[in-house]
Nanobody, 122 residues
Framework: QVQLVESGGGSVQAGGSLRLSCAAS?????????MGWFRQAPGKEREGVAA???????IYADSVEGRFTISKDNAKNTLYLQMNSLKPEDSAMYYC???????????????WGQGTQVTVSS
């Protein structure tokens, strides 16, 4: 089992930056896990934002490519999402997820956090 807790959300003006963190706890380190960041705005489906493989390969949604960076610190058991040049359409609840399988940006991950809210004002 893996428990995930997100932090770092908040309110920011358009063009600003935030860094989300996802602290993992449980019986193992993050090495060997595929992990992702997802977001869900009210009335919309959950969408994959970024994912990182167990050896560090990354993939991004087109909407955030070049603005967001996903990274993982296996020693600290923490996943990060650096978000720059934020836009109002980035406003959503952001979730981190983990699995032994590579789900890429699909929401098939086994373990999920509770989410952290990001609000971007124009």
């Amino acid at each position: 089992q893996v428990q995930l807790v997100e932090s770092g959300g908040g309110s920011v003006q358009a063009g600003g930056s935030l860094r989300l963190s996802c602290a993992a706890s449980g019986s193992t380190s993050l090495f060997g896990y595929y992990m992702g960041w997802f977001r869900q705005a009210p009335g919309k489906e959950r969408e994959g934002v970024a994912a990182i493989g167990s050896f560090g390969m990354t993939i991004y949604a087109d909407s955030v490519e070049g603005r967001f960076t996903i990274s993982k610190d296996n020693a600290k058991n923490t996943l990060y999402l650096q978000m720059n040049s934020l836009k109002p359409e980035d406003s959503a609840m952001y979730y981190c997820a983990a699995d032994r399988r590579d789900w890429l940006l699909r929401p098939g991950y086994s373990f999920w956090g509770q989410g952290t809210q990001v609000t971007v004002s124009s």
